[in-house]
């Protein structure tokens, strides 16, 4: 535990309503939405601006205390999980929105502005930032995970969308990486090392990121099928065809049956696809969904239903954003094992089919970001039956090995933090000795986010 003399330092630097060692606030960033045990931190600080950041780090360097940054604690493989205690930074008062350069299609935000209320104040511009996790993420946690989500396969991952960033550093440097232009040969590209480093080389304060418009239409789909082949290999044939999707989602028949029980639905419980397209033209988009219903047709799809609008966008939708809360309430008591894997999209069917073998005896829902090979599972059990949870762990291992066998990843969008560090030399091989020697470069007392990504 930090000395009260220790305590009284941090309140000069931020302020003495922005430093916390109560019980209950130090429990809140005691743990993310996993599985993984929650560890106490010391202290919890508020900075509010990159100068604050840079004074924190060097007081908690000098004298080796662990740094653990915060943004909005959804995250999933206990990434900002306190392992050493110490000092969670937390950036939520850090949210504003800095500047909205409207012509240039970019914005300049703070790390803790979730990505939500940006969007929100966006759409008044007709501009949008296109990632979408589903949790209310902060940009800067979203950075840190290089998050995706569902409209992924047309519009990439948070990577793509990085332009710029200010990042203090593990002693409290503060340096900028990237530029503003929409292209540049200029050096390392630094803004990608940064992206996905889940906090361990230094806490990301401010970021600039392109914008893409607001469509002007949308249409949605969903189909269910009679088997779980004829769902994903349609998902590779709509793929093929050079058809656009804005978002593609499968789920199987077990997640509608949950959501049916949750939410007193009566939808048909089988393998089903969500889809959404988007662009210009209404006619445009008729035409493309007149061919994926050729497509769905040729797959013997049992039922079709579709509209056009935001609104019936998000009422085919639903379903797909009351998964993971549905699953739970339908298990009291039980704790989630969620894995996450990516496959090249020939290989999706064949994953999801041994996906379906390897959890045929537990309670396992699967479903996932169809269109960029992306596969979620979550289990639900108990971790305090070292029998059952065993059963469990073993089946994440065999469906990360089999990823990794069909030349996929072992985390296609939760990043690494503490679960999925031992899959790491099977994936990266020799060039994980190079991660760890820049992680030992940037951060040679292994103070920022210890024991995240690396074993």
Not at 242 to 263: H, Q
Not at 318 to 339: A, D, N
Request: aromatic residues 6%; hydrophobic residues 40%; negative net charge.
């Amino acid at each position: 535990m930090l000395r009260r003399e220790e305590i009284e330092e941090l309140r000069s630097i931020v302020g003495a309503e922005w430093v916390s060692t109560g019980d209950s606030v130090r429990k809140l960033h005691s743990r993310d939405e996993s599985f993984h045990e929650s560890v106490l931190p010391d202290v919890v600080v508020w900075p509010h601006s990159t100068e604050e950041v840079s004074r924190l780090l060097k007081w908690a360097y000098r004298r080796k205390i662990p740094i653990t940054p915060w943004g909005a604690g959804t995250s999933l493989e206990g990434n900002p999980i306190p392992v050493r205690g110490g000092m969670v930074i937390s950036l939520q008062e850090m949210n504003r929105i800095l500047a909205i350069r409207q012509e240039d299609f970019q914005v300049d935000v703070q790390a803790g502005i979730n990505y939500k209320e940006l969007n929100r104040q966006l759409s008044r511009y007709g501009l949008f930032f296109p990632p979408d996790p589903g949790a209310d993420a902060t940009i800067g946690g979203m950075i840190g995970n290089n998050a995706s989500g569902i409209r992924t396969v047309k519009y990439g991952a948070t990577k793509d969308y990085v332009m710029r960033l200010v990042v203090v550093l593990p002693d409290g440097e503060i340096i900028q990486t990237g530029t503003r232009a929409r292209k540049s040969s200029s050096g390392y590209d630094l803004c990608r090392l940064f992206t996905g480093s889940e906090g361990t080389l230094g806490i990301i304060t401010e970021a600039t990121l392109r914008l893409v418009g607001l469509p002007a239409n949308f249409m949605a789909l969903r189909a269910t099928f009679p088997t779980l082949r004829a769902a994903t290999d349609t998902v590779f044939q709509i793929m093929s065809s050079g058809l656009t999707p804005s978002a593609m989602e499968f789920l199987d028949e077990e997640v509608v049956r949950v959501i049916n029980i949750d939410r007193g639905l009566s939808l048909q419980e089988n393998p089903t696809l969500l889809m959404e397209f988007d662009g210009f033209s209404k006619k445009g988009l008729q035409e493309e969904i007149a061919f994926v219903e050729e497509i769905c047709r040729g797959n013997g799809c049992s039922s079709l239903d579709k509209g056009i609008g935001p609104e019936e966008r998000n009422r085919l939708w639903e379903i797909r954003h009351l998964t993971f809360e549905s699953i739970k309430r339908c298990h009291p008591g039980l704790s989630p094992l969620i894995v996450d894997v990516a496959v090249p999209l020939s290989r999706y069917s064949d994953m999801v089919a041994f996906i379906k073998q390897a959890v045929a005896d537990l309670n396992a829902y699967i479903f996932g970001h169809a269109g960029d090979g992306n596969i979620h599972v979550v289990i639900m059990d108990d971790p305090g039956d070292e029998r059952r949870w065993e059963q469990v762990q073993r089946a994440n291992e065999k469906i990360v090995l089999k990823a990794l066998e069909l030349e996929g990843t072992c985390t296609g969008e939760h990043g690494v933090g503490i679960g999925k560090r031992g899959f790491l030399p099977r994936e990266h091989g020799k060039s994980l000795k190079l991660m760890k020697r820049i992680k030992e470069l940037l951060d040679p007392e292994g103070l920022m986010n210890p024991e995240k990504i690396f074993l």
